[in-house]
């Protein structure tokens, strides 16, 4: 069950594009994801894609994210375009059954309208 949990959620994540944009850096749009990403609000992941996001908040339905002790760690930034090495933890509940996991993965950041945004991530 933790794993189909653990696929459930990277499904959701790249049904989105895990495309957030928001703030004035990378780690910014990177935190209005995973913030919009655990209230399951597709719409704010939709906002502020930087391509047209497919964010469904029918996905989540019975599914409830916590991301505790998250870190954030920006690397190779450049005018348009870094990489956001996010960690911590995660706790997912689904249905009557909860799991927590410890989680690492690099959101590749880009630019929309002059703003950054998540354009994919690598290694979950």
Same mark, same amino acid.
């Given at each position: 069950m933790?794993?189909?949990? @653990?696929? @459930? =959620?990277? &499904?959701? &994540?790249?049904?989105?594009? !895990? ?17 919009? $990403?655990? +209230?399951? %609000?597709? %719409? ?8 047209? *996001?497919?964010?469904d908040? *029918?996905?989540?339905?019975? =599914? +409830? &994210?916590?991301?505790?002790? =998250? /870190?954030?760690e920006?690397?190779? /930034?450049? %005018?348009?375009?870094?990489?956001? !090495?996010?960690? *911590?933890? $995660?706790? $997912?509940? =689904? ?13 590749? $950041?880009?630019?929309?309208? *002059? %703003? ?9």
């Amino acid at each position: 069950m933790k794993r189909f949990a @653990i696929l @459930i =959620v990277l &499904i959701m &994540i790249s049904s989105m594009a !895990l495309a957030a944009c928001g703030g004035g850096s990378p780690t910014d749009a990177a935190k209005t994801a995973i913030e919009a $990403m655990e +209230k399951g %609000d597709a %719409d704010k992941l939709n906002e502020v894609a930087c391509e047209e *996001g497919e964010a469904d908040s *029918g996905a989540l339905e019975g =599914v +409830k &994210i916590k991301f505790d002790d =998250v /870190k954030y760690e920006e690397k190779n /930034k450049e %005018d348009d375009s870094a990489d956001v !090495l996010v960690s *911590g933890n $995660m706790t $997912m509940e =689904v249905g009557e059954e909860e799991m927590s996991q410890d989680f690492s993965f690099t959101l590749k $950041m880009g630019k929309k309208d *002059g %703003d950054w945004c998540v354009k994919t991530f690598e290694g979950f």
